[in-house]
Nanobody, 122 residues
Framework: QVQLVESGGGLVQAGGSLRLSCAAS????????MGWYRQPPGKQRELVAT???????NYADSVKGRFTISRDNAKKTVYLQMNSLKPEDTAVYYC????????????????WGQGTQVTVSS
């Protein structure tokens, strides 16, 4: 299966900013919607934001106005700019992409990254 590689997580103080990146493997033949999800400690994974190839975005209410998702289709990369971070944003952040592999170009599936830790201290 094709891979997604996340980067950019870390420790930041409340009110600070971080930028996450997620690069899709060149083996992706097509990339449809891409997005970010997060799993806070002891809780279920939840949607943060998604973006279509054409740039249509969707955000969880908890991050609207603070987070911005974007993508570079040529680089097969999706970003998450996180501003005004709060302690409750602490979670493992996962990248997700729907696409197809070059070996099976017309068979789409969902791929997940390995996750990157974001910790916001108060």
């Amino acid at each position: 299966q094709v891979q997604l590689v996340e980067s950019g997580g870390g420790l930041v103080q409340a009110g600070g900013s971080l930028r996450l990146s997620c690069a899709a493997s060149p083996r992706f033949f097509s990339l449809n919607a891409m997005g970010w999800y997060r799993q806070p400690p002891g809780k279920q994974r939840e949607l943060v934001a998604t973006i279509t190839p054409g740039g249509y975005t969707n955000y969880a209410d908890s991050v609207k106005g603070r987070f911005t998702i974007s993508r570079d289709n040529a680089k097969k990369t999706v970003y998450l700019q996180m501003n005004s971070l709060k302690p409750e944003d602490t979670a493992v952040y996962y990248c997700k992409a729907r696409g197809s592999d070059v070996a099976r170009p017309y068979s789409e599936y969902d791929a997940w990254g390995q996750g990157t830790q974001v910790t916001v201290s108060s």
